[in-house]
């Protein structure tokens, strides 16, 4: 697995406090950019399989991905056969979803964003280096969620979502299939393997998809606006919200502007508990990060203007510590 070796080193410095003066800020958002392309692509694991025969696949986190016999054809509908690479990324902890700037971000019938608990995200992509084109996955697979022995930590109303990027974000929209009665949502269902219960979809998307629904909170909702120090932005340094008691979702607030990140849609139950996620990367690869509790009031103000250091593992484990 690759690491950032030079950002582990200071775990020794995770509690020490810093300045927020400009001359600490980055200078651009490679560093940023670049931590979150490392991260993914050391969850991404790769395997081959007969397009023929098809076959399972299992994750290092236990997900499944089931693919059927002569499942992939290219873009003019002709039979792939021969071997297929499937990369592949099973994303369940909260840290590695702020790290990899894969929040939970789901795209409402009217265009608005908001939150979405999630059961899971995976990464699935299908390509041939023969074939020298975009494989299509003309038979549904199945995507299986690692299994748990507790049926009470599954969520029996969640739904696919296909992931699409928007102005370099990972926004969730959902997926649609056909039935007797129409269009309507693709269901995830729960099912029992025997040796644990786990989710189950089948889905035909080269590329990302999610297990999720949307809040249904009835508070009523509100913004929220975070200032940040002088020298940061929306290019080189990200905020998200964590929301106390969902143990996977994770949202950014993805509006940035005159140094302050927005959740400009008013989709915030007034009495939330959650806690706001800082971090960026400086040019000599150190994360610096601020984490806050709050309670959401309407209209509500924040800031970050506290800063510390903290190494890529320390991060991680403070973010999944979240309640």
Known sequence: MKTFKSILMLGFFATLVVACNPKEAPQDGDHLKAMQEELFADLTDTSVLDAATGGTIIGSQGSQFIFQPNSFQDGN???ITGNVTIEYAEVYKRSDMVLMNKPTTGQMANGDKTYLLTG???????SQNSCNCEVVISTPFEIRSAPDTDFSNF?????GFRGEMQNDELVWLQMEGNTAAGINFVPVGVRDGGNGFYYSIFTSENGWTNLDRFSADPRPKTTLEVTVPQGYDDQNSTIYISIDGDDHGIAPLDTYANGIFSEHYGQLPIGL???LIFFTVDDNDVIRYQIKPI???VGQQ???????????TDFQTAIDALP
């Open 295 to 297: 309670t959401v009031t």
């Open 273 to 275: 508990e959650a806690h």
């Open 155 to 159: 969520d029996t109303n969640l739904i």
């Open 120 to 126: 899971g995200e995976f990464y699935v992509k299908v």
């Open 302 to 312: 924040e800031a970050i203007d506290n800063l510390a250091v903290i190494s890529q």
């Open 77 to 79: 509908g002709n039979l």
